[in-house]
């Protein structure tokens, strides 16, 4: 007789597994080229700002397994005054279990010049992207990793007229903890979310270093059934491409998420 197996808890440790070995065999590389390429040490520096994000993202089951996958994100800087960033992010659903959910979409993004070293222009990005979000709940609390890859295409204001675009690849992992005040199983609860992204360049093209930028959270949300509301304050400690210029943005995200399905419109 064979024993039960768990699949989300199979791909949970799958996944853990090859995160860590992406993760370390990146810094790895980047490591080395740095190594390969040392030139004389400038001094580094720091820029401070001050950013004021308002996010939705919606997760809707449409039918059996399949869903959409929309997030629009825009970004201020100056506390709300200037633009910094925003972007749109549509993506089909696949889930695969109830634990185990695949994305498969696209982005859209324009950065502006803000902080005290800008870029020279606004400029666009496209990204096409793949990810898998796990979720699990333990001792009340819920866990999620999410891994992510991206293919971006960016075009810089620093790219010659000739070949306007630069082709990059980015690995991203989230680890997001969500912890109830109050019973976890009530529908209406307070919570408080902590959650933790690293992003990292995959070499060639993409700067002086591997390393580009991490996210850190935390804040208090409010469950109502399907929708979510969320205010946090995050730290964003950001490497430029030049390698000496690393930005540390104090961050207030506003969120509102929903997760209500779109499958009674098909029976409609």
């Known amino acids: 007789m064979h024993p039960q197996v768990n699949l989300g808890e199979e791909m949970h440790h799958v996944w853990s ?15 080395h080229s740095l190594h390969a390429q040392a030139q004389p040490s ?23 397994r399949w869903g959409f996958h929309f997030d629009a994100q825009w970004r201020r800087s100056d506390l709300g005054s200037d633009w910094q960033q925003y972007l749109i992010r549509p993506a089909l659903n696949y889930r695969l279990s109830p634990n185990l ?15 005290d070293f800008p870029a020279a222009k606004a400029f666009p990005e496209h990204r096409l992207y793949q990810q898998v979000l796990y979720t699990r709940r333990t001792r009340g609390l819920t866990v999620q990793q999410r891994p992510r890859l991206e293919q971006r295409f960016v075009k810089y204001p620093v790219n010659p007229a000739d070949k306007p675009w630069t082709y990059q690849n980015r690995f991203r992992h989230m680890v997001r903890i969500e912890a109830p005040i109050g019973s976890p199983d009530n529908p209406n609860r307070w919570y408080v979310p902590v959650y933790d992204e690293i992003f990292l360049g995959i070499p060639p093209n993409f700067g002086a270093r591997t390393f580009d930028q991490n996210r850190l959270a935390a804040g208090i949300g409010r469950a109502h059934g399907s929708l979510k509301a969320e205010v946090v304050y995050m730290n964003q400690f950001l490497g430029q491409r030049n390698g000496r210029i690393f930005e540390f943005n104090n961050t207030i995200v ?11 419109l098909w029976t409609r």
């Open 42 to 64: 400038l001094p580094k520096i720091i820029d401070f700002n001050k950013h004021l994000w308002v996010n939705y993202s919606g997760e809707h089951a449409v039918r059996g």
């Open 17 to 31: 597994r090859l995160v860590l070995a992406a993760m370390a065999a990146l810094l790895l590389n980047g490591a």
């Open 101 to 115: 959910l695949l994305t498969s979409g696209y982005t859209y993004a324009r950065t502006y010049p803000y902080g």
């Open 254 to 264: 506003f969120s509102i998420s929903s997760s209500a399905p779109l499958s009674g």
